[in-house]
């Protein structure tokens, strides 16, 4: 019985090991994926110093035919509204541009992509973005302003060669993700509590294909605590006997 009391003591210290550290992190990472029919995406929120990095990538393994399979934007709400000032839109270190123009294949693809408070990111103006909201950068293909399907995130498995015309060399297109840094966070901002409704945005219009990022389910700090508490009656239980 030694053995086995060990054991339900070692899972308890465990437990609540992992409730106060996650009481006391101060900045966690956090992921929303979400999906509808062949279209899948991802949007990873997390900070370095004061700085917001927003990576959003098109997971879709299936091809791109048409404008409404490239994803143009992310929607998410920040608690407590910090002012954030757009600083850098940069393709993945294995990302590339597709069709790009002369002096448009990247990393710097800033020019492209527009931030607003409480709406989110966009490479498409969707009468939301201007030209105001741009991040840093030239303007790489398109009106001086977020427009069309220029510079959207095709899937990580389409083929360049099919497709519509607008998919197959009428517009830049990002294969398959970029990073964006946001400065301004305020002192203890943690991802994981202050970013909620994510929606992932796809084509030219709000009317085109959209769906909700859902958060990884992960046991609440209280939650871990009881079930360390649980484990510890056991443990005592082991004892007595």
Not at 10 to 29: N, Y
Not at 223 to 238: D, E, N
Request: hydrophobic share 40%; with cysteine.
């Amino acid at each position: 019985m030694g053995t086995i009391r060990k054991c339900f003591l070692a899972i308890a210290a465990i437990c609540f090991a992992s409730a106060l550290s996650a009481g006391a992190a101060t900045a966690t990472p956090i992921s929303f994926t979400g999906s509808s029919g062949n279209l899948t995406a991802s949007a990873t929120f997390d900070t370095s110093g004061s700085n917001l990095i927003v990576t959003l990538t098109n997971t879709s393994l299936s091809d791109v035919l048409v404008p409404t399979d490239v994803l143009t934007a992310v929607f998410f709400d920040i608690g407590g509204d910090p002012a954030l000032t757009p600083v850098s839109a940069v393709i993945c270190g294995t990302c590339s541009v597709l069709f790009a123009p002369a002096g448009g294949s990247g990393p710097n693809v800033g020019g492209e992509w527009a931030y607003v408070l409480d709406e989110g990111i966009s490479s498409s103006g969707l009468g939301i973005f201007g030209p105001g909201d741009r991040f840093p950068g030239s303007n790489l293909q398109g009106p001086d302003s977020p427009d069309g399907l220029q510079y959207g995130i095709t899937s990580a498995g389409d083929d360049p060669a099919t497709g519509n015309a607008a998919v197959t060399g009428g517009n830049a297109l990002i294969k398959n993700s970029v990073n964006f840094t946001l400065s301004g966070l305020p002192a203890g901002f943690d991802p994981s509590t202050a970013i909620s409704n994510v929606v992932f945005q796809y084509g030219t219009s709000l009317e085109d294909p959209h769906f909700p990022g859902n958060p990884p389910s992960v046991p609440e700090p209280a939650t871990l605590g009881l079930m360390g508490i649980g484990l510890l009656g056991i443990g005592a239980m082991w004892r007595r006997r």
